[in-house]
């Protein structure tokens, strides 16, 4: 297998509330995509898994384990770090039920394949999303340690993994207008989400009516140290004919991480048996 399913676990013990440099605002939209997680990566894998017997190339079929055994991971550290935000007194389980039951519903209303072309579309905002906080370190800046280390890995493996639900997708006869049609569905769900959870969360910290917080918020996301809108090209480029994840290349972020990996003491924190 030319990757590697890292079985880590993160120290989660001692985070304190506003982990990302004291930022609220900013710390809560992380906090808030670590909600979709658990579910989210269930999901992905159970759609993928669904396809297996599409799956006739020795090299895929080792992907695919690869995929789900990092998704598994990731999976599981996130729950982890969502039961951390319960405990500080963020409404988790309210919100990470409103995601399981979202995805119960597509599971029991739409087809296999086009679950799976929902996998792909979310996969391509994992592998951006994945890539911006790679490419900026000044996203993470002043971050508690564990909580950089599990970002930068978790933003790693999902650009480590990112063709492989797309690959399976075109192996089980996916087409152009099925996976374009998901994309457009699951780009409206998710960002409605996010603010959902940013809205949510910032009550809970009773900062959701601060100008100040949302404008902290707007500049990290859209102004520096790096805007998202530098992403919106490659988002794009899912709605080419012709599109494949790997013509973006993140192969640089990826190599930089490995060796950061190699050499980070926060990366040989105990390994889950
Ligand atoms: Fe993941
Ligand atoms: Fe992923």
Not at 114 to 126: D, G, I, N, S, Y
Not at 213 to 239: D, Q, S, T
Request: include cysteine.
């Amino acid at each position: 297998m030319a990757n590697n399913v890292r079985n880590l676990r993160f120290d989660l013990e001692s985070i304190p509330r506003h982990w990302n440099g004291g930022r609220k605002s900013v710390t809560t939209f992380l906090d808030g995509l670590s909600l979709f997680f658990p579910a989210g990566e269930r999901f992905f894998v159970t759609s993928v898994r669904a396809h297996q017997q599409c799956v006739k190339d020795e090299w895929l079929a080792s992907e695919v384990r690869m995929f789900c055994g990092q998704e598994g991971v990731h999976s599981r550290e996130h729950a982890r770090y969502n039961e951390i935000l319960k405990e500080q007194g963020y409404p988790v389980e309210k919100l990470e039920g409103r995601v399981e039951r979202l995805l119960a519903r597509v599971t029991k209303n739409t087809s296999a394949r086009r679950q799976l072309a929902v996998t792909c579309a979310l996969e391509h905002f994992t592998a951006l999303l994945g890539q911006w906080l790679l490419g900026e370190p000044g996203l993470l800046d002043g971050a508690h340690p564990s909580m950089a280390a599990l970002w930068r890995w978790h933003a790693a493996e999902e650009n480590e993994h990112k063709s492989v639900a797309f690959e399976v997708f075109l192996a089980a006869g996916g087409g152009y207008g099925e996976r374009v049609m998901a994309m457009i569905g699951a780009t409206v769900i998710f960002w409605a989400k996010v603010i959902e959870h940013q809205i949510r969360m910032m009550q809970a910290d009773g900062t959701a009516t601060s100008l100040a917080e949302w404008r902290a918020l707007a500049r990290f996301l859209f102004v520096e140290p790096g805007g998202m809108g530098a992403l919106v090209g490659h988002y794009l480029k899912y709605f080419r004919p012709g599109f494949h994840p790997s013509q973006i290349d993140s192969s640089g972020l990826l190599e930089a991480w490995k060796k950061e990996y190699q050499e980070s003491p926060m990366y040989s924190e105990p390994k889950a048996a």
